[in-house]
Every structure is written in structure tokens, then in C-alpha cells.
């Protein structure tokens, strides 16, 4: 859906984006991380020509966006940035019919495609539609800002550290909403962070930069597990653990584990996708406060009767193998 | 003052009339001057300063720099008022839509607005505020200025003021004070309340705002190009006094076009042919400068105003030597001589104290008893 080839970008001599490339495909969310100033939205932004690259190329949908109209470019991919940006004199509704308007939509369908947005990222439009942005609380902000950048149902969507500035519980009540969101509705999405968890949580894929340069791409796990040098070590190392236990999944985990066969008449006691992470799998534990657990997949074909501690034994098991692994 | 209210009311017509037109000109020009500068940044600092230096020349010395090009009467007057409003409303809008906040901007970009777009729905909406305050500001100069304009024969309230000021006649003042310190306060306090609305008000205010200059502005440009054949100026205070004009007027039977004007505007408003006649001092070094011509005083209504010292008589006890020393050229001093020392002082080319020293050394008055002295400044 979207491919950068070798995007290049130099500021007064100085290089911000040094030879960049990666492939998104349709559907999928790529994640640029790294730390502060290693040019991760310098990169997103040349994606929608907000700033031309030096040299490299972008393709959206295999078209040069160079060839495009940049105004129409835009209106085509959603945009949405850290520090939101709502329009202060428009309220919330207006807000989010920006681009249709734009593109001259008819007004009766904007109202519609308005509400059902708003309801959709949790915002009642009885409620919130006539108000306007500085009446709102930060995260309801932001939400705000994922409509508008959804409103004209762009195939693509940039994001810039959209959940930054937020308080724990309302990020990660965002992250998952957005991430539900994506799912269903097959957007490609790029998405800038520098948070290691956000980043291994919502992204398929990872580019890891530092100074311009891509450091390590891969999937979440490949980054994880088999860090391509000791930048792309010391940059999980923080948060190790808990991002492997979002990266690693119950299936994952499946030659390690004993397995029951069903037993006619044993209920289990919980029922979970087989592809559950298992730090979702950690929670579920705790929210239903026991130490073994009986768990069965969704069309109950396997039965694990399991307890946190040998979870985790698989766990270890599973890390030190793909370490041991040759590169 | 009520005996004046017609007047007044004339008056107050004309000054708005006079600050409208300046600030309808200044909108119309300054809004699209501040946003062009957004957009030549490098123009920015260069043009917001030459507008800044404007605001600092005293309304006096910018209305005498306009005389050679534009003259005298309402037109000077808008053009000055216009060039003070351009300072605030010029650097509102820049100001304005500068700080308009960046992510805003950038949200407005990667939406897909095109720059005019960006202007139309996103800048300029959000930087109202900021403009309206600036011509809020150019409004109440304006007010004030505008009665300065009287000085040039434009009209306006200033003229109770300047006709107060000559005849020491404090009601005259406040006759012309009052209503434009109401006008004043009254402007500011209508635009102070539409300030905060002014996103929703723009339409209807910018509807007011222009039909009532386009209504006054008639009233105050047409009568400036009735031109006169034969114009004369004269101060406020000839015009008002019992031995000034009007007298005049019937000793010699004139019936003259008259304007009222700032004695230090006049000499040059004749010069530059603005007006034909004023009532000058015949030792006033600007006519012999000017290449001036004094008329003659055939039926002797002029009584000669010879100018007397005054001294202060507690000055003059401890200090009786100089009584002596003026006695000495008590009544030596010719109109002619007068003038022309005038002239050397008034073309700069010499100090008062050289004229002075050169006169009293000069043959007909040097060698009389204490002439080697020369005054003490
Ligand atoms: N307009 C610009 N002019 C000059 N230098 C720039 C410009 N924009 C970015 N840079 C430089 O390019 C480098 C990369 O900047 P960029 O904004 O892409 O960083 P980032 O990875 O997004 O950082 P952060 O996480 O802090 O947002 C920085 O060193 C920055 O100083
Ligand atoms: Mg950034």
C-alpha cells in the first residue's frame, strides 16, 4: 500500500532521513520508533508531502505521490498529530467535517458519516457534537482528532505520537479502541512513537531508527528477540519483559504447554482467542483472581489446564530458544 | 455650549466622517499588507518598521510633510490619519495570524487545505481578534488625531478646540473636548464589546462599518474640491477676535473664501499656493525666505503691533542694567531689519545670538554708548 524507497531528507547540510525505506501493505500498521530526533516525523511527513524529500521516492498504492496534487494527496490520507490541532473556532462537529467538506461532499452525508464517527471513538454526538474543542478534556481531544482524520474514510492514516500526553489508563484505553478501530475497518496506518510498548503493542511491523538511519526492521518479536545490534538491545531493554509478554502469544507457547483433551461435561472457566497475548492471558488470571486456570479456545477444540508459573517457565523456554537461534 | 449645538453636531458629523474614511482606507489596505507579510517573512521586519516610524512623527510636523504634495483641507487630514492607523492595524494582522498556534496550522496542512483555504477558514478566523483589537486601537488614535486636522482647515471638532485655545475661552474648549473624548470613549467601548463576538459579528459589523464611511465619506471629500478662486487663511484666533477678520472684512469690504489654519502651517500652505492671502507678521523671516508679498495697509486698520519686552519687575529690581541695555536699541530696529533677521534665523543659517551680536556691530547701532557688550542670551 504504501512503500518509501530510500527517502532521503537533509536540513542545512545536516542529514535527518538518511536513505529510509520500508513496506507497508494494506491493512497493516508499520511503526516508526526510536528516540527523540532520530527523524521519525520527518519520514511521516514526507509520506503526505508535507515536507519534499531530498532524494527516494514514495509510492502510494503504486503511484508516485511525487506526480500528485499535494492538497488531494493529503485529503486522501488521514492526518493525525501529537498535539491534535483541533480547530479552536469550530466545534466538534465541524472538526470532524473538515476534509468532506473539502472534498464538497454532500452536507446530509457528512452529518450522518459525523455522528456515526463520533459514536464510534466514543463521543455520543448528542453530547459532543456542538461543543467545542477547549471544552473537552485531552483524551476526548484526541479522540476528536481520530474522526476528523476518519471522517473522509482514507485508506491510509499517519499518525504522530497520537496517545502522547495522555495518563496511563486513558491511553492504553485509547491504544486498544484505536487498535479494535483499525482492525475492523482494514486501515493502513504508520504510526510514530517512541514508546516501546505502544509500539510493539499496536504495530505488525517496526522500523527502528537512529540518527536518520534504520537500526533493525522486522515484527515486533523479530526486534525482541533478535536485535540486530546494540542500539536496537539497549533500546527495548527498559521494557524487556512486559513487551515480550505482549509479543508472545498463546499459540506461541503451545508445544511447551500440556494440553487436556475436552472432557464431556468440564466447563472451562475461560474462553480466549488462540492468538491472545500473553500478557492479556497474565490479566485474565488476575481478573478472575485464581492461580490455575482452565482455558479453552474458542471452538473449545483444545483444553489447557494451566497455572502463572508454568506460563512463564514456557515463556522463558520460548526467549532463550529464539535467542539461541542463529542470525 | 448649547447655544453651539448645531455646530457641534456639524462637527461631530465631520470628524467621524474624517476618521472613518482614514480607517476604512487603512482596513482595506493594512489587513492585506499584514497578511502579505506572513508570507514574505523576509519583508516582515523592514515594513513593520517603516509603518512604526510613521506612528512617531508628530502629527503637526506629518501635516506640515504632506503640505507640498496634497495641501491643506480634508484631504491631508485623511491621508495623515490613514498613515497613523496603517502602524496597528498592519502589525495586528501580522501578529495575529503569526501566532496563530503552529499545530493548528500544520492540522490545516495535512488536511489538505490549499494556503488560501489555510487563510480563509483557519487564519484569519482565528487571528479576528487580534485585527479587530488593532483597529480598535487606529479608531481611538484616529479620534484623536482628527482634531489636530483642524489646524489645516479639515473641520472636525479640533476646531472649538484651537478657536478655544486663542480666545482663552475654556466652554469653546470643552465644546469641542467633550464630544470627542465621547466619541472617543463611545467608539472604543462598541468595538471593546464586539471584540470577543467578532467571529460571529464580522459579517454584520463589516456591513455597518462600510456603509457609514461610504455615507460620510461624501459629505467630507466633496466639499474639498469645491475649490475657491481666491482662498484666504487665517488662524483661529484672527478669525475670532473683535480687531481680527470680521472687522477687517468691513473696513476693507471683503468678502472672502476663508479657511482657518495653524500659524506655523500658513506661510508655507502660501507659498506652495495652497491659499492666496493669510495674515502673516510683516517681520516674519519666511517672506522675504518665500519670496512673499506684504500688502500694503492703505486705511491703516492694522494698528502697528511693535513687539514690547516683558520683564518680570522683581527680574528687573536686581538686575536694573537691563533696562540700559534694551533702552539702547529701543526703536532702532526697522520692520525691514526685523525681517530680515528673522530670515537668517528661520533658514538656519545663522543663531539668534550671532544675528543678534551682527546687528548690534553692525555701522548705525556700534559705537553708542555700551554696544560692545552684546547681549547675554
Ligand atoms: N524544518 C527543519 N529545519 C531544520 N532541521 C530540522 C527541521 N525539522 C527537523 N529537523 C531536524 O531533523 C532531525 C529529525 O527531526 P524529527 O522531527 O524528524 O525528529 P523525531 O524523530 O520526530 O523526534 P521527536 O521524537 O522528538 O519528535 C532533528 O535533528 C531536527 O532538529
Ligand atoms: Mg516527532
Not at chain 2, 494556503?115 to 487580534?130: H, S
Not at chain 2, 500652505?269 to 495674515?279: H, N, R
Amino acid at each position: 500500500m504504501i512503500q518509501a524507497i530510500e527517502l532521503t531528507r537533509k536540513f542545512h547540510g545536516t542529514t535527518a532521513v538518511d536513505r529510509v525505506s520500508f513496506k507497508v501493505g494494506a491493512g497493516q500498521t508499520l511503526g516508526l520508533i526510536g528516540t527523540s530526533g532520530c527523524g521519525k516525523t520527518t519520514t511521516l511527513r514526507m509520506l503526505n508531502r508535507l515536507i519534499e524529500p531530498t532524494s527516494g521516492r514514495v509510492l502510494l498504492g503504486g503511484r508516485d505521490v511525487a506526480h500528485q496534487n499535494p492538497e488531494c494527496l493529503r485529503r486522501a490520507i488521514g492526518y493525525v498529530i501529537q498535539s491534535v490541532g483541533l480547530f479552536p473556532h469550530y466545534t466538534v462537529e465541524d472538526n470532524v467535517a473538515v476534509v468532506p467538506r473539502l472534498l464538497r461532499h454532500d452536507e446530509g452525508q457528512i452529518s450522518r458519516r459525523t455522528a456515526e464517527l463520533l459514536d464510534l471513538v466514543g463521543l455520543p454526538p448528542a453530547a459532543y457534537s456542538k461543543r467545542f474543542p477547549h471544552e473537552l478534556s485531552g483524551g476526548q481531544q484526541q479522540r476528536v482528532g481520530f474522526a476528523r482524520a476518519l471522517a473522509a474514510d482514507p485508506p491510509v492514516i499517519l499518525l504522530d505520537e497520537p496517545f502522547g500526553g495522555l495518563d496511563q489508563i486513558t491511553r492504553g484505553q485509547i491504544q486498544r479502541d484505536f487498535k479494535t478501530l483499525q482492525r475492523c475497518l482494514g486501515k493502513t496506518v504508520v504510526l510514530v512513537t517512541h514508546d516501546v510498548f505502544e509500539a510493539v503493542f499496536m504495530c505488525d511491523q517496526l522500523c527502528l531508527m537512529d540518527r536518520g538511519i534504520i537500526q533493525q526492521s522486522g515484527t515486533p518479536a523479530d526486534l525482541l528477540f533478535e536485535p540486530a545490534n546494540d542500539f536496537v538491545r539497549d533500546f527495548f531493554r527498559s521494557q524487556q519483559f512486559l513487551a515480550s509478554l505482549q509479543v508472545v502469544r498463546l499459540c506461541d507457547l503451545s508445544p511447551h504447554l500440556p494440553f487436556d483433551a475436552p472432557a464431556p461435561g468440564r466447563t472451562p472457566l475461560l474462553t480466549v482467542e488462540w492468538d491472545i497475548s500473553l500478557l492479556d492471558l497474565v490479566q485474565q488470571f488476575q481478573n478472575h483472581d485464581t492461580a490455575s486456570l482452565v482455558v479453552s479456545d474458542a471452538d473449545g477444540t483444545k483444553i489447557l489446564n494451566t497455572t502463572i508459573p508454568s506460563l512463564l517457565a514456557a515463556f522463558w523456554k520460548l526467549c532463550a530458544d529464539r535467542r539461541k537461534r542463529p542470525e | 455650549m448649547w447655544e453651539h449645538r448645531e455646530e457641534i453636531g456639524v462637527q461631530t458629523v465631520e470628524h467621524l466622517g474624517l476618521t472613518l474614511t482614514a480607517l476604512a482606507g487603512a482596513s482595506l489596505l493594512g489587513i492585506p499588507a499584514g497578511l502579505l507579510l506572513t508570507r514574505w517573512q523576509r519583508l516582515s521586519g523592514p515594513s513593520l518598521a517603516f509603518v512604526g516610524v510613521i506612528q512617531t512623527i508628530p502629527s503637526l510636523a506629518l501635516l506640515g510633510f504632506l503640505l507640498p504634495w496634497l495641501g491643506i483641507g480634508v484631504i491631508p487630514a485623511i491621508v495623515a490619519l490613514f498613515l497613523y492607523a496603517l502602524l496597528p492595524i498592519v502589525r495586528n494582522t501580522y501578529i495575529g495570524v503569526e501566532e496563530v498556534d503552529p499545530a493548528v496550522k500544520e492540522a490545516a496542512r495535512g488536511m489538505g487545505m490549499t494556503g488560501f483555504q489555510m487563510l480563509a477558514r483557519v487564519e484569519l478566523p482565528l487571528a479576528a481578534p487580534v485585527i479587530f483589537a488593532g483597529v480598535r486601537t487606529a479608531t481611538v488614535i484616529g479620534v484623536g488625531v482628527a482634531t489636530l486636522s483642524a489646524l489645516i482647515g479639515s473641520g472636525g471638532l479640533g476646531e472649538f478646540i484651537f478657536r478655544g485655545i486663542a480666545l482663552n475661552n475654556p466652554h469653546m474648549i470643552l465644546a469641542g473636548a467633550m464630544p470627542a473624548a465621547m466619541l472617543a470613549m463611545g467608539l472604543d467601548a462598541a468595538l471593546a464589546w464586539i471584540q470577543p463576538r467578532i467571529r460571529r459579528l464580522l459579517k454584520p459589523f463589516a456591513i455597518v462599518f462600510a456603509l457609514t464611511s461610504l455615507a460620510l465619506m461624501p459629505l467630507v471629500i466633496i466639499p474639498a474640491f469645491s475649490g475657491t478662486d481666491f482662498l484666504a487663511a487665517f488662524p483661529t484666533e484672527f478669525m475670532e477676535r473683535a480687531d481680527g477678520y470680521r472687522a477687517m472684512s468691513q473696513v476693507y469690504d471683503l468678502q472672502l473664501d476663508t479657511t482657518e489654519m495653524d500659524v506655523g502651517l500658513m506661510y508655507q500652505a502660501l507659498k506652495e499656493g495652497q491659499v492666496d492671502l493669510i495674515s502673516g507678521f510683516s517681520t516674519d523671516g519666511r517672506i522675504q525666505a518665500f519670496d512673499l508679498q506684504v500688502l500694503e495697509d492703505d486705511k491703516h486698520y492694522f494698528p502697528p503691533y511693535a513687539a514690547a519686552p516683558l520683564l518680570n519687575g522683581e527680574t528687573l529690581r536686581r538686575h536694573p542694567e537691563i533696562r540700559e541695555a534694551l533702552a539702547l536699541v529701543s526703536g532702532r530696529i526697522s520692520n525691514l531689519a526685523m525681517a530680515h533677521m528673522n530670515f537668517r534665523v528661520d533658514q538656519g543659517h545663522a543663531t539668534p545670538h550671532q544675528v543678534a551680536k551682527d546687528f548690534l556691530e553692525s555701522p548705525g547701532i556700534a559705537g553708542l554708548p555700551g554696544s560692545g557688550r552684546g547681549p547675554n542670551d
